[in-house]
């Protein structure tokens, strides 16, 4: 399984920016797939996962109204549109993949619970 992260730059507060998270080597029913995102000096936290077979989706309290996930099944994409830009948001932001067990779908946000990532994407939101 490879993740590929990109659309990540340099933004103003308040502007907008689109992730994507282009995914291979597999099908992906019934795995879970996020978003986390690391600022310098703190943990990498979760932002936003989906299940990749019902497409629902989860958000973290600080991203929700702002940030919205989403996929593309038959493109094997996953997308953070991300509006509202806050300063705060600068991070790299890393897609990852849980997979299911027993074929159903897990749900996490715990950044060691995943199994695979991407290599990151910086996104920068000056004020």
């Known amino acids: 399984v490879q993740l590929q992260a990109s659309g990540g730059g340099l933004v103003q507060a308040g502007e907008s920016l689109r992730l994507f998270c282009a995914a291979s080597g597999r099908t992906f029913s019934n795995y879970y797939m996020a978003w986390f995102r690391q600022a310098p000096g703190k943990e990498r936290e979760f932002v936003s996962g989906?299940?990749?077979?019902?497409?629902?989706?989860y958000a973290a309290d600080s991203v929700k109204g702002r940030f919205t996930i989403s996929r593309d099944n038959a493109k094997n994409t996953m997308f953070l549109q991300m509006n509202s830009l806050k300063p705060e948001d600068t991070a790299v932001y890393y897609c990852a993949a849980k997979a299911p067990k027993s074929g159903l779908t897990i749900l996490s946000r715990n950044k060691n619970e995943f199994d695979y990532w991407g290599q990151g994407t910086l996104v920068t939101v000056s004020s």
């Open positions: 989906i299940n990749w077979s019902t497409g629902t989706a």
